[in-house]
């Protein structure tokens, strides 16, 4: 079935040291999301992918990065997390930038140590 | 600005009783509008979708959603809820034309109780 794929779905990692979630797709879509999802909150857009473009959102911290080496595979970096980006981390596409529909992966769960 | 008002953080229901989930949205035109589910610990599954044509539109698991123009609603039913159905739901909101980001109620967590 095609699906995203979400590695780890668990993650811990120490407070400042680096950590990389990944994303997977066998949909083909263009477009590709990373929301971070606090408990009971609603998922928050980090940035996106439409095909190679990367847009950023406004808000998200430089701690933040990301990278799509081809259409499948899509990486979110987290570069000195904090206590504060403990989080669900969901990744997301679209066939295209109207996001009519958006297909989930399970999520990664980050904890910061 | 655009928004998404979802007023119960929490509903309980019994076992099969009937079940409404309330989603107001605030925009000048008719958006697209969804409604994901999310159990715990998982991603967000799309339950349905409303692009235009018939306002009542019928989804995945039994749910349905029927869109109001005239009160900027897009409520979530289901006649018989099953304890299985206990997870949080999501309304979304994408306002129409070119790209445009997704804007996510805070969602509602849904307790079914035997």
Redesign the interface.
Known sequence: DAM?I?NPRYQVTQFGKPVTLSCSQTLNHNVMYWYQQKS????K?LFHY?DKDFNN?ADTPDNFQSRRPNTSFCFLDIRSPGLGDAAMY?C?TSRD???????????T?LTVT | AQSVTQPDIHITVSEGASLELRCNYSYGATPYLFWYVQSPGQGLQLLLKYFSGDTLVQGIKGFEAEFKRSQSSFNLRKPSVHWSDAAEYFCAVVPSGGYQKVTFGIGTKLQVIP
Do not use: T
Request: positive net charge; aromatic residues 14%.
């Open positions: 995203v979400q009971s909150q609603a998922p857009l439409y959102e969901l997301a930038r109207q996001a009519r529909e958006q297909y989930f992966g399970p999520g769960r």
